[in-house]
């Protein structure tokens, strides 16, 4: 902008007006290049105190232990249902201890010793168990038996008549 001014009075013929137009100019340009040196400076000193002032902070993990399972033996490999109700633990017996989540045990079977790790299936009563030395892969169902206490409930028939109840939870 200042270069077109400066362009038009000297068309103009006001020769003397442009001489401290030139001067000016130089002030300005030489003002603006002390600034940006100085601008340049702060921002390459600022730079790594921002990136180091706005970086993602380290996350703090606490570890807190809901539970611990003493067992009577050796455990070879242990998981969890899906949705968290039991903890199954292979032992090197061959044994799988199935805990309830808050620790009691619920149940001891025997797998064979051959059995080497266990995986929970796509639902919580399936698990699979694999073998290196045999070769193979046992899909196992698991059927959990609940006690239902009927006690002083009312009943028609014989009360000593067996019941079975059956659940269908695999709809879709």
């Given at each position: 902008?200042?270069?077109?001014?400066?362009?038009?009075?000297?068309?103009?013929?006001?020769?003397?007006?442009?001489?401290?137009?030139k001067?000016?100019?130089?002030?300005?340009?030489?003002?603006?290049?002390?600034?940006?040196?100085?601008?340049?400076?702060?921002?390459?000193?600022?730079?790594?105190?921002?990136?180091?002032?706005?970086?993602?902070?380290?996350?703090?993990?606490?570890?807190?232990?809901?539970?611990?399972?003493?067992?009577?033996?050796t455990?070879?490999?242990?998981?969890?249902?899906?949705?968290?109700?039991?903890?199954?633990?292979?032992?090197?017996?061959?044994e799988?201890?199935?805990?309830?989540?808050?620790?009691?045990?619920?149940?001891?079977i025997?797998?064979?010793?051959?059995?080497?790790?266990?995986?929970?299936?796509?639902?919580?009563?399936?698990?699979?168990?694999?073998?290196?030395?045999?070769?193979?892969?046992?899909?196992?169902?698991?059927?959990?038996?609940?006690?239902?206490?009927?006690?002083?409930?009312?009943?028609?028939?014989?009360?000593?008549?067996?019941?079975?109840?059956?659940?269908?939870?695999?709809?879709?």
């Amino acid at each position: 902008m200042l270069a077109f001014l400066c362009n038009v009075l000297a068309k103009q013929g006001l020769k003397g007006v442009i001489r401290p137009l030139k001067g000016f100019r130089d002030i300005i340009t030489r003002i603006g290049k002390k600034l940006m040196k100085r601008i340049c400076v702060i921002f390459l000193i600022t730079l790594p105190i921002l990136m180091v002032w706005f970086a993602p902070s380290t996350a703090t993990v606490e570890l807190n232990v809901a539970n611990t399972l003493n067992l009577k033996e050796t455990p070879r490999d242990t998981a969890m249902s899906l949705n968290g109700k039991y903890i199954y633990v292979l032992t090197v017996k061959g044994e799988i201890l199935i805990y309830a989540s808050n620790g009691k045990l619920k149940e001891a079977i025997s797998v064979g010793e051959h059995v080497e790790s266990i995986k929970v299936g796509p639902r919580e009563d399936i698990l699979l168990l694999t073998s290196g030395k045999e070769k193979t892969v046992q899909i196992i169902i698991l059927d959990f038996i609940q006690e239902i206490n009927i006690a002083g409930s009312p009943f028609k028939g014989n009360p000593d008549a067996p019941v079975v109840v059956a659940t269908f939870n695999d709809f879709q």
